[in-house]
T-cell receptor, first 112, second 111 residues
């Protein structure tokens, strides 16, 4: 296993379009996290899954955002009706029940 | 509340030691982390320390924790040009399942 993978690495979309990102965690990791990172800032927490259950959501996650982890393995993050303010790097991380979170390479979203 | 602060920039010469500092506000933080981010890449976990420890050493990296002052530092010995990156401090508190990151310190290592 080579680590957390994310797809696509880059996405350019027009304002108002929907986008979906995928994250594949490290295979034995039961916890999965989504973060968002804007330019010049540290990552900010969006949401957390333990297996298939979404247990925490940040208030940053507006109703245009939805995340799923249907079988407790890969996860998807969908943004509907994208806005220019959604432009950011979307990072996925995974962990076991330990406190070590391992991050993927991220998906850079540009909304034009 | 949760707030993690770092200085924005540090410049050192190759071979020198680098010290990156961080302050945090959540006294209930149980783990404190250092991550490294290279341009266009995700975050690499460098090391972390449990809050009941004062110091942790891992090869060229030394983490010092002053829990009374809520101050964390990362010392990189014999800094190399490949260490140039952004370094993020993060805390993991009780009662929530997330990392809270600082804004990052950009380390520039010149030959």
């Amino acid at each position: 296993d080579t680590g957390v993978s994310q797809d696509p690495r880059h996405k350019i979309t027009k304002r108002g379009q929907n986008v979906t990102f995928r994250c594949d965690p490290i295979s034995e990791h039961n916890r999965l996290y989504w973060y968002r990172q804007t330019l010049g800032q540290g990552p900010e927490f969006l949401t957390y899954f333990q297996n298939e259950a979404q247990l925490e959501k940040s208030r940053l996650l507006s109703d245009r955002f939805s995340a799923e982890r249907p079988k407790g393995s890969f996860s998807t993050l969908e943004i509907q009706r994208t806005e220019q303010g959604d432009s950011a790097m979307y990072l996925c991380a995974s962990s076991t029940d330990s406190q070590e979170q391992y991050f993927g390479p991220g998906t850079r979203l540009t909304v034009t | 509340g949760e707030d993690v602060e770092q200085s924005l920039f540090l410049s050192v010469r190759e071979g020198d030691s680098s010290v990156i500092n961080c302050t945090y506000t959540d006294s209930s933080s149980t783990y404190l982390y250092w991550y490294k981010q290279e341009p266009g890449a995700g975050l690499q976990l460098l090391t972390y320390i449990f809050s009941n420890m004062d110091m942790k050493q891992d090869q060229r990296l030394t983490v010092l924790l002053n829990k009374k002052d809520k101050h964390l530092s990362l010392r990189i010995a014999d800094t190399q040009t490949g260490d140039s990156a952004i370094y993020f401090c993060a805390e993991w508190g009780t009662g929530f399942q997330k990392l809270v990151f600082g804004t990052g310190t950009r380390l520039l290592v010149s030959p």
